[in-house]
T-cell receptor, first 115, second 110 residues
Framework: NAGVTQTPKFRVLKTGQSMTLLCAQD?????MYWYRQDPGMGLRLIHY???????AKGEVPDGYNVSRLKKQNFLLGLESAAPSQTSVYFC??????????????FGPGTRLTVL | RKEVEQDPGPFNVPEGATVAFNCTYS??????FFWYRQDCRKEPKLLMS???SGNEDGRFTAQLNRASQYISLLIRDSKLSDSATYLC???????????FGTGTRLLVSP
């Protein structure tokens, strides 16, 4: 079991370029999430998905789009990168069961720099 | 006001010391509580869930006080390997979304 994987691990973009971050999970989880983490801000939810073919906005969705065409994959797209999107991006997944102990498992992160 | 607040630290302690972190949350509808650990430049990993009656996992003890809306984490006999940032996390009723604190940094020295 690889758990949650993310590609790429690092990326440098110029302002205005586009890119897609890929998240994959092999735990058959229903729910998947994209976060960004910035110093002093903690983890902030960008978008999430409660199942294949569904997506929803999180706390900071502007400038990002997502797709969940397959249950195991969740893609995060930046159409026109801005320096403010320099951050570490984490993907996570959870089973979606309504149990108090159900929690999220994170991928290793993608470090993105926008020049 | 942030929904989940933590003292950012750092807490500098010697090996073998006992250290405690507190976290407060503002949403009285918060249902589930967790402590995550995050090592430098790594992903957050679940350390332990926090139960209403309090719970212990080896050297780690978590407590929940719903009336005062705070959560605590106690680490006994600190090890060098405990050096990390500890994230307080809550989940609100009916949602699968988690709300993360900004973390408390712990440095354990020899």
């Amino acid at each position: 079991n690889a758990g949650v994987t993310q590609t790429p691990k690092f990326r440098v973009l110029k302002t205005g370029q586009s890119m897609t971050l890929l998240c994959a999970q092999d735990m058959n989880h229903e729910y998947m999430y994209w976060y960004r983490q910035d110093p002093g801000m903690g983890l902030r939810l960008i978008h999430y998905s409660v199942g294949e073919g569904t997506t929803a906005k999180g706390e900071v969705p502007d400038g990002y789009n997502v797709s969940r065409l397959k249950k195991q994959n969740f893609l995060l797209g930046l159409e026109s990168a801005a320096p403010s999107q320099t951050s570490v991006y984490f993907c996570a997944s959870s089973s979606g069961h309504i149990r108090s102990t159900d929690t999220q498992y994170f991928g290793p992160g993608t470090r993105l720099t926008v020049l | 006001r942030k929904e989940v607040e933590q003292d950012p630290g750092p807490f500098n302690v010697p090996e073998g010391a006992t250290v405690a972190f507190n976290c407060t949350y503002s949403n009285s509808a918060s249902q589930s509580f967790f402590w995550y650990r995050q090592d430098c430049r790594k992903e957050p990993k679940l350390l332990m869930s926090v139960y209403s009656s309090g719970n212990e996992d080896g050297r780690f003890t978590a407590q929940l006080n719903r009336a005062s809306q705070y959560i605590s984490l106690l680490i006994r006999d600190s090890k060098l390997s405990d050096s990390a940032t500890y994230l307080c996390v809550v989940r609100n009723t009916g949602f699968q979304k988690l709300v993360f604190g900004t973390g408390t940094r712990l440095l354990v020295s020899p």
